[in-house]
C-alpha cells in the first residue's frame, strides 16, 4: 500500500486561506468516506483536525474544513494564522484489512 | 479525560525484540479499536497495526507482518506491541492510539525505539 500523495509545503500569509491536498485511489481516497486529516508541530503528537473527510471533532475551530472529490481529499485552512504553521497529514481508509494508509505530509508554512 | 501513556521503547540491536506497552483511562478502553502508528525520524507517520474490542481481530501494514503483533489486556486498560526482528529501519517512535470513527481521535505521546 503505497503513501497518499501531498505536497510538500504550502505556504500563505496571515489571513490568507490555502488548501492541501492529498491524492490516493480509486481503492482508497476514492471508494471510502474515511479520510482524516492530523496536525503536528515538532516533537509532538499529531492531533486529529478533520474525520470522515469533512467533520470538525469538538474544539476545531471553523476555520479547518475538509472535502474530496474523485480520488483527491483537501484540508483548506483559511483566515491563516501564525498557530497554524506545523505538519499535517491525511490518512484513509484503504480497504483489505482494515488497513490505513497516511498521505507523505505538508509542511505549512505562515509567511 | 482520555489519557494514552506510551513506554517500553530504547536502544535494541539489530534481530532483538522488545515489547510497547500503553496504558489507556478515561474511556471504555474494552470497546475501543486501539492503533500503533510510527513515525521514524524527519519521516511521515505510518500507520502500523489496529486491534479490535476483544482482540480477535487484529491487522498489520505488510512491512512489520510476521515480526510484530498486537494485543491487549482490557482489565488492566493496556495496549501492547510486540516488535521481533527488529531492523534499523523499524527506529521510530511509537505511538498509541484510539480510534473513534474511522479515525485516530486520541494519542499518546510516543516512546522511541532504537534499533
Known sequence: QSALTQPASVSGSPGQSITISCTGTSSDVGFYNYVSWYQQYPGKAPKLMIYGVSKRPSGISNRFSGSKSGNTASLTISGLQAEDEADYYCCSYAGGQLHFVFGTGTKVTVL | EVQLVESGGGLVQPGGSLRLSCAASGFTFSTSWMVWVRQAPGKGLEWLANIGPGGSVTN????????????????????????????????????????????????????????
Open chain 2, 60 to 115: 498489520f501494514v505488510d512491512s512489520v507482518w510476521g515480526r510484530f503483533s498486537i494485543s491487549r489486556d482490557d482489565a488492566e486498560n493496556s495496549l501492547y506491541l510486540q516488535m521481533d526482528s527488529l531492523r534499523v529501519e523499524d527506529t521510530a517512535i511509537y505511538y498509541c492510539g484510539r480510534d473513534v470513527d474511522w479515525s485516530t481521535a486520541y494519542w499518546g505521546q510516543g516512546t522511541l525505539v532504537t534499533v
